[in-house]
């Protein structure tokens, strides 16, 4: 469980958030909203460990994750604006190269994934030759072969199509079914009418 107790954050003098509490157990689906400098992508970060909070905690199954690193990162797929893709490495490669980081090997998930996310036939282009949302593609393949619990998803929709939402939706939906949980943002429409997204609003 992911527990954030109490932050507070304030960037150039702002508070952007105050005393916020929430909790995300296995199958929850949450979405951060709020208008463009509210504080999503600075909250995520926080809760990722990649910022600092001016108060308040964040725990992963009651422990400090400060304390608890292994268990956390062991357990979080984090994926932000600057995706980590390598230019110069094709869609293969940077998928492979994730996994290597990752977990075992296993090279029929990677051609599968890439599939899944539309790129098959285009493995084996360099990424500097792919066009933007294909790019962000090659990153969101890892959520087929990612092993962790948690998905820290910031505006993991950009650059993608109708049809890339839906079978993101699907997959999102797939892994809360299965034990997972989902936090993410999107300025896009996504989950419309599902009761199972729950929202939690910044910037009001
Ligand atoms: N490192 C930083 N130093 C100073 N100010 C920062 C820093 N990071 C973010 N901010 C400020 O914090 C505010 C929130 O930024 P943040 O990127 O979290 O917003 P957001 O809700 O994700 O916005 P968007 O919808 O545009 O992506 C902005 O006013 C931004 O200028």
């Avoid at 964040?58 to 062991?74: H, M």
């Avoid at 939706?169 to 809360?176: C, K, S």
Wanted: hydrophobic share 40%; glycine share 10%.
């Amino acid at each position: 469980m992911l527990e954030v107790r109490e932050l507070s954050c304030v960037r150039d003098e702002r508070v952007l958030f105050e005393d916020l509490s929430f909790t995300l157990s296995s199958g929850d689906l949450v979405q951060i909203e709020g208008p463009n400098g509210a504080g999503k992508t600075t909250l995520l970060r926080i809760i990722a460990g990649l910022g600092l909070a001016e108060s308040g905690n964040v725990l992963w199954d009651g422990e400090l994750v400060s304390k608890a690193r292994e268990e956390f990162y062991g357990n979080l797929l984090f994926l932000g604006h600057s995706t980590g893709v390598k230019r110069e490495m094709t869609a293969f490669e940077n998928l492979a190269f994730y996994q290597r980081m990752h977990g075992e090997a296993d090279e029929d998930s990677l051609w599968e994934a890439l599939a899944r996310v539309g790129l098959a036939g285009r493995e084996d282009v360099p990424a500097a030759q792919l066009s933007a949302g294909q790019n962000r593609r090659v990153a969101l393949a890892r959520l087929w072969i990612s092993q962790s619990k948690l998905w820290i998803l910031d505006e993991p929709l950009t650059a993608i199509d109708k049809q890339g939402v839906k079978v993101l939706e699907n997959l999102f939906q797939h892994h809360v079914n299965h034990g997972g949980m989902v936090l993410f943002t999107t300025h896009q429409d996504m989950f419309e009418g599902n009761s199972k997204l729950r929202r939690i609003r910044l910037g009001v």
